[in-house]
């Protein structure tokens, strides 16, 4: 009897160990680009390659963006068996052919699916079908799994999510879960062991502030999905991320609007994920994406996220704890004209206690780095005297000065 029951708690043990979400990912918020933003259903094999390509060339690889994602209507039917294959006009060479490509290129590669009957744009999706798909996705190479929540009825969020990781974790292939059922369900509360990085909102759409009503569902603007992370960063960290959905820079905003959004994304330690035409994106949009001091306060390895600590008039100041004592600082102006900021550090008292943290500027000085212009302001000794355009961001790396 002692026998059976042993032998019960290891096979217990076991499962309950290879049904984990893989833990050596997304220590840092994950990068990388999606295909929905700015081409939703209209993707094809070529393309998928060519915006690898264009990754690879215009520096986002290097940069840090590792996943190439595609999102809906990679799909095919499902084969007499039941397993997923792909659209064979759209993805002739089928999806493990693109995704040895995106591997050749030193990139890696993600998927989409959804929890319900359908995904959002009308393929099959995995209800029924989670550990099939996930064995599919597996051979195919996949890295990264976008998993939707359309068509899903009265389906538990938490008991589909955690039926979708355990068949990932099935696999033995190291799968980032990205999990995207827009908020609905509270994922931050539930989610820590199940996804790398849950959706907190509806979609997003490329306006700075607004709301894209579609009828029965939203798209929010930057600010409004940004105003909506309000009191979610103590449920995010290294491994498990909340996701503001991903990014819209360069698409239907100014350079000064996609530079705000994109150092916000870094402040609240978002997943970077681009939504953008990058073979033909602009230079300015290549640097907004690719600047690497904005990208290191994002991938501080602390991955704590930032918070807003007070507002004047139009601008609100976030700051962002970074390891040895740093700290990132974000001006950020709502408004569509320029501002002027007087900010008086020493009569500034920061204290997180999400953090444990605390800096006050009349006992510890810092140097001012702006990131965006990679310069240096000098210090907090003297109140920071300047102007930020409208709809745009000023955002300072410091660094306590050791004297
Ligand atoms: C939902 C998701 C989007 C996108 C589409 C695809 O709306 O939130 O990010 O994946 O579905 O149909």
């Keep these: 009897m002692k026998k059976v029951f042993l032998v019960l708690m290891i096979v217990m043990f076991w499962f309950k160990v290879s049904a984990q979400k893989d833990p050596t990912l997304a220590l840092t918020p994950p990068m990388g680009w999606n295909s929905w933003n700015i081409y939703a259903c209209d993707i094809n094999e070529q393309l998928v390659r060519e915006v690898a390509d264009a990754m690879v060339k215009r520096g986002l690889k290097d940069a840090g963006y590792e996943y190439v994602v595609i999102d809906d209507c990679w799909h095919g039917e499902r084969d007499s068996l039941g397993f997923i294959t792909a659209d064979p006009v759209k993805f002739p060479s089928g999806i493990k052919a693109l995704a040895d490509y995106v591997h050749s290129l030193g990139l890696k590669f993600g998927i989409y699916s959804d929890a319900g009957w359908t995904t959002c744009g009308g393929r099959p999706g995995s209800r029924g079908y989670e550990f099939q798909d996930a064995m599919k996705y597996a051979e195919w190479g996949v890295d990264y799994l976008k998993y939707d929540w359309c068509a899903t009825d009265n389906l538990s969020a938490h008991g589909a999510y955690e039926t979708m990781l355990h068949a990932l974790a099935k696999t033995g292939r190291p799968i980032l879960f990205s999990m995207c059922e827009w908020g609905q369900n509270k994922p931050w509360e539930w989610a820590k062991d199940i996804g790398h990085m849950w959706r907190t909102t509806g979609d997003i759409y490329d306006n700075f502030y607004g709301e894209w009503n579609h009828g029965t569902w939203s798209s929010w603007g930057i600010l409004n999905i940004l105003d909506m992370q309000d009191g979610l960063r ?109 900010y008086n550090w020493v009569e500034t008292l920061v204290v997180d206690d999400f953090s444990n943290r605390k800096t006050n500027f009349a006992k510890t000085a810092y140097s001012l780095r702006d990131v965006w212009t990679h310069t240096d302001l000098g210090n907090t000794k003297k109140p920071l005297k300047t102007k930020v355009p409208g709809h745009d961001v000023l955002m300072l790396h410091l660094k306590p000065i050791k004297e």
């Design 234 to 342: 103590e449920f995010a960290g290294p491994g498990h991320w909340n996701d503001p959905d991903m990014m819209e820079v360069g698409n239907d905003l100014t350079v000064n609007e996609s530079r705000a959004h994109f150092s916000m994304w870094c402040m609240i330690a978002a997943p970077l994920i681009a939504g953008t035409d990058i073979q033909h994106a602009t230079n300015a949009t290549i640097e907004i994406l690719t600047n690497a001091e904005a990208i290191a306060i994002n991938q501080d390895k602390l991955g704590i996220q930032g918070f807003k600590h007070s507002k004047t008039d139009s601008v609100e100041v976030w700051y962002k704890p970074l390891a040895n004592e740093e700290w990132a600082v974000c001006f950020l102006n709502r408004d569509s004209i320029s501002k002027t900021i007087d």
